[in-house]
C-alpha cells in the first residue's frame, strides 16, 4: 500500500521560476516529513524536513508548506537553478513505524 | 569514512545466480537500513536494523531476498537465484540513535541481471 503519493513525476521550469512538488499522505501517525534530493549515480540527500505542528518551514530558497488537515505537504523551490535539476523524493517517518516512507520521486528539470 | 560506503558500486549477473551487496554504515550509526529504487520508481523501503532489536523485515519482496548485520556494524543484502526484475539500485542508509529519521544514504549498488 502506497502511504505517500507525490506529484508531478517529472518538471520543467526555467531558469527563476519556481518549482512546486505536492505530496499526501494517509497515516495520521506520520510525525516528521523531510524531502530528499538525488543527483544522478548519488544516493539521496537530507534537504530539508517538517514536523507537523509548524505550517511552513524555509530554508534558503527552499520551503515546505504543510497542511495538515488536509494531510498534504509540498516543497517550493524559489528562484530555480539549473543547478537545483535532480530527483526529489518527499517522505514520511513515524517513530513507531521506525522507516521512512518515500514518494514516488519527482524528476525536476531546470532550464538556463 | 565519513560516509555510507556501499560495495559493490556495479554488479551484473545471470539470472539464477546469488549476489552479496555489502553496506558499511557511518561509524556510531546504530540503525542501518536497505532501499530498492528501480526505474521511475520511488524508494521502496526493504528492511531495517535498530540496534540489537530484531530486524523490521516487512518490506522483504519474497523469501529470495535475506540481510544481516554482523556486529552492529557491517550490513550484507543476500539475493538468491536472482531475477531479472531484482535489477535495480540498492540503497543503503543508517541513522544516528535519537534522531533515527535522519537518514545518511550511500551511492548504492547498481544490480543487474541478465
Known amino acids: 500500500q502506497q502511504q505517500v503519493k507525490q506529484s508531478p513525476q517529472s518538471l520543467i521550469v526555467q531558469k527563476g521560476g519556481i518549482s512546486i512538488i505536492n505530496c499526501a499522505y494517509e497515516?495520521?501517525?506520520?510525525?516528521?516529513f523531510p524531502w530528499y534530493q538525488q543527483f544522478p549515480g548519488k544516493g539521496p540527500a537530507l534537504l530539508i524536513a517538517?514536523?507537523?505542528?509548524?505550517s511552513e518551514k524555509k530554508e534558503g530558497r527552499f520551503t515546505i508548506s504543510f497542511n495538515k488537515s488536509a494531510k498534504q505537504f509540498s516543497l517550493h523551490i524559489m528562484d530555480s537553478q539549473p543547478g537545483d535539476s535532480a530527483t526529489y523524493f518527499c517522505?514520511?517517518?513515524?517513530?513507531?513505524?521506525?522507516?521512512?516512507?518515500f514518494g514516488q520521486g519527482t524528476e525536476l528539470s531546470v532550464k538556463p | 569514512g565519513a560516509g555510507v560506503s556501499q560495495s559493490p558500486s556495479n554488479k551484473v549477473t545471470e539470472k539464477g545466480k546469488d549476489v552479496e551487496l555489502r553496506c558499511d554504515p557511518i561509524?556510531?550509526?546504530?540503525?542501518l537500513y536497505w532501499y530498492r529504487q528501480s526505474l521511475g520508481q520511488g524508494l521502496e523501503f526493504l528492511i531495517y536494523?535498530?540496534?540489537?532489536?530484531?530486524?523490521?523485515k516487512s518490506g522483504l519482496p519474497s523469501d529470495r531476498f535475506s540481510a544481516e548485520r554482523t556486529g552492529g556494524s557491517v550490513s550484507t543484502l543476500t539475493i538468491q537465484r536472482t531475477q531479472q526484475e531484482d535489477s535495480a539500485v540498492y540503497l543503503c542508509?543508517?541513522?544516528?540513535?535519537?534522531?533515527?529519521?535522519?537518514?545518511?544514504f550511500g551511492s548504492g549498488t547498481q544490480l543487474s541481471v541478465l
Open positions: 497515516n495520521t501517525a506520520f510525525d516528521y
Open positions: 542508509a543508517s541513522s544516528l540513535e535519537g534522531v533515527w529519521e535522519k537518514l545518511f
Open positions: 517538517i514536523r507537523p505542528d509548524v
Open positions: 517522505a514520511a517517518f513515524y517513530n513507531q513505524g521506525g522507516k521512512l516512507i
Open positions: 561509524s556510531g550509526h546504530t540503525a
Open positions: 536494523f535498530q540496534g540489537n532489536s530484531a530486524p523490521d
